[in-house]
């Protein structure tokens, strides 16, 4: 069963989880009036606690999920709380903070530049200004 998760907008997110096969998707709504976009979320909290939703949908519905037996990615630290849910954690593409936490962790770290994917077991960081 796939699902994601998303700070990014539900109008975008819905159509292409579901071209890539995921059968539930949340992402913010945002307000509309009359087909216009209004500039601001709708529900400002929709998704600021990934575990929350998560949780809030395993009760509501009748689908039973090993969360230890999952995977969930994530590239920034608005997504450590859902990542921590689960057994198998994917810091991919992340951001320092995600990057940082995932190392302390000892959770998989892939970055993805170009034609190249690399699977990170040993790291150093750079500072940049």
């Known amino acids: 069963y796939m699902m994601t998760i998303s700070g990014s907008p539900q109008d975008i997110v819905r159509p292409f989880a579901q071209y890539l096969g995921f059968q539930t998707s949340f992402g913010v709504v945002l307000a509309q009036e009359r087909g216009h976009y209004l500039g ?15 949780q809030r949908y395993l009760s509501e519905t009748s689908l039973h999920v090993n969360l230890a037996d999952s995977v969930a990615v994530g590239d920034t630290e608005g997504d450590i709380s859902i990542m921590e849910m689960v057994g ?12 940082e936490h995932a190392r302390r962790r000892g959770w998989r770290i892939v970055v993805e530049r170009k034609d190249a994917i690399y699977d990170l077991k040993k790291f150093t960081t750079v500072n940049v200004k």
């Open 40 to 54: 601001h979320l709708e529900k400002s909290d929709s998704i600021r606690n990934k575990d929350v939703v998560l």
């Open 88 to 99: 198998r954690p994917i810091a991919f593409n992340p951001n320092r903070r995600l990057l």
